[in-house]
């Protein structure tokens, strides 16, 4: 196999991990789970959104949380409206992250607009944001199955991430929002990007292990030419949005397998693992991570025969 001697990892635990929890966590200890992230190496992270705190209460002190977390590393605060980036633009923080579905009654159900409608509401909102020196990443959601719509066609999702490069997005991060992609379309449709989009443009996977797949989705973007992911800690998140999809693919399994493969990320796993047991007692979900299972030693022994 082909595969990259380094793996950048996007860490997305503080925002889409806990953005469905309904305990809302303290600040202060989102601040410190934060900091433990970081600690362990992750140099990228999404730190949290504006957005409504009336439907999504998680996100009601992301000003507080920008302000002590925001350093020299890449920090992603999600704005999806003009309000949005008129609360960024008041921050230190200079990375914004946009969101828009593939299909359109996933994006008519998120936020309540067609992926068209979404496209001219935020278009300019990127240009303003890229004129003025800002990093901006384009988050892709169902660009392989929708819980409405079924399989998406490959070429739809090309065509999407066409308009994103044309109002200058840096990065687009490519989401199996439900968890229902495998390994031949995974491959199939990075290829297609890969061969179609300006090598300028980074490129970031993000999987969700609904079905167990997501380990598995990342051994085939490899192979296709892919070297970011974004992950969770502990496995936390799931889009609000999406019926049936349960969590990110853990960051602690996703940095074992690669180091095991011999692919660098720059992550500390024991100062990773500190950080989801840090976690563990603010979220209701539960950690179910093989990584953070083994070392808290709650794995299932098979007895001898």
Known sequence: MNLPTHATIIE?????????????????????FIH???????????????VSPKWVPQMSD????IEQC?????????????????????????????????????NQKNINATTEESLQKIGPLIEGLKADGYFVRACISTSFYCPYEG??????????????VALGADELSIADTI?????????????????????????TAHFHDTRGMALANITASLQAGISRFDTSAGGLGGCPFAPGATGNVAT???????????????????????AVAYIEPFVTHGIASRQ????????????KP
Do not use: W
Request: aromatic share 8%.
């Open 292 to 303: 953070f299972l083994l070392a808290q030693n709650k794995h299932v022994s098979v007895p």
């Open 70 to 106: 925001t350093d020299q590393l890449r920090n992603f605060v999600l704005v999806p409206n003009e309000k949005g980036v008129e609360r960024l633009r008041a921050t230190a923080c200079k990375n914004a992250a946009f969101f828009v579905g593939v299909s359109n009654t996933f």
């Open 36 to 50: 433990k992230l970081k600690a362990s190496g992750l140099v990228e992270m999404e730190l949290t959104s504006f």
């Open 252 to 274: 602690e399994d996703v940095v074992y397998m690669l180091h095991a493969m011999g692919i660098d990320t720059g992550i500390s796993l024991p100062k990773l693992l500190e």
């Open 62 to 65: 992301a000003a507080t949380v």
């Open 179 to 203: 968890g229902m992609a495998n390994p031949f379309e995974v491959y199939e449709l990075f290829t297609l990007l890969k061969e179609n989009l300006p090598p300028s443009v980074l490129l």
């Open 12 to 32: 997305v635990g503080a925002r889409d991990g806990l953005q469905n929890e309904k305990q809302l966590v303290p600040t202060a200890d989102k601040i410190a």
């Open 151 to 164: 399989k998406i066609e490959p070429r739809a999702v090309l065509a999407l991430c066409e308009r994103f």
